[in-house]
């Protein structure tokens, strides 16, 4: 039954992929068109972060490709991540889950937006540290609003992470997240702020994390940031974390 919802769900997104591509394209001045999400160019990121967890650290360093299709109401997303880990009796680099979405905007206007959004994870690590031993499929709905004349950017998310298939040892992927962010914006320059609540239904417990973010534009095309994170709830995944990261939109 899982598994006939998933392709029943890729099957519409696909569908509707094909129609979109038909229409006329949708006005690209509003919050998804934010150089730090930017949903109407082709965009590559580069990061690196490092996670410190209880028993070692693990640090992902990954390469994003996002792609406007049809319209440019549609966007393509493909993951790429090499995983580290490294703790007192071992140290291992792999390949990570490798990951695919698609996202749709069915609404923008100049100061909101929605924007729905479909991934799946799978199960692709060259070894059990570096992933979750399962195929997780994750869909996501985004409300994004600018505040006071657009010096800030509101952008909220409610995601599911769920596994359909892969290991019967490892433990599924049942997981809830609320995410809230605040961008404000000077000059080229922007400093956000972000919470995120997620309950872990496997574990009956929370995973939440809260980070704050600098970036800079370095040119019109290029951009970097650094956030600092930090993690708390009674199931936490990690103590504290670094993410540092580059854009290229094109």
């Known amino acids: 039954m899982k598994k006939q919802l998933l392709y029943f769900c890729i099957f519409s997104i ?12 949708i006005h690209s001045e509003g919050p998804f068109s934010e150089a730090r999400y ?18 070692g650290s693990y640090n992902t360093t990954q390469l994003r490709l996002l792609y406007p299709i049809g319209n440019k109401a549609w966007n393509l997303r493909f993951d790429f991540p090499l995983v580290s880990t490294n703790s007192d009796t071992s140290n ?11 996202s749709y905007i069915p609404y923008m206007k100049h100061n909101n937006g929605i924007s729905l959004r479909a991934r799946v994870i799978s199960n692709s690590a060259s070894s059990p540290s570096f992933g979750t031993g399962k195929w997780v499929f994750i869909p996501a709905f985004f409300f994004a609003r600018y ?3 657009k ?3 509101w952008i909220s998310s409610l995601e599911y992470q769920r596994s359909f298939a892969g290991y019967s040892n490892r433990n599924d992927v049942n997981v809830l997240a609320l995410e809230n962010s605040i961008f404000l914006f000077f000059g080229r320059n ?21 980070y704050l973010e600098l970036g800079r534009k370095i040119s019109n095309d290029d951009l970097v940031y650094i956030h600092p994170s930090i993690a708390f709830g009674n199931q936490k995944s990690y103590n504290w ?3 540092v990261g580059f854009l290229v939109l094109f």
């Open 14 to 25: 696909y569908s509707f992929a094909v129609k979109a591509q038909e229409g006329d394209s």
């Open 38 to 55: 930017h949903y109407f160019l082709k965009t590559l990121v580069f990061f690196n972060e490092y996670l410190d967890t209880d028993s």
């Open 92 to 102: 291992q680099t792999g390949i990570g889950d490798i990951g695919a979405g698609i």
């Open 147 to 149: 505040l006071k004349n």
């Open 151 to 153: 010096k800030y950017l």
């Open 190 to 210: 922007w400093i956000a702020a972000d919470a995120a609540v997620r309950y872990n239904k496997t574990l009956d417990g929370f995973q939440n994390n809260a």
């Open 241 to 243: 974390g670094l993410e």
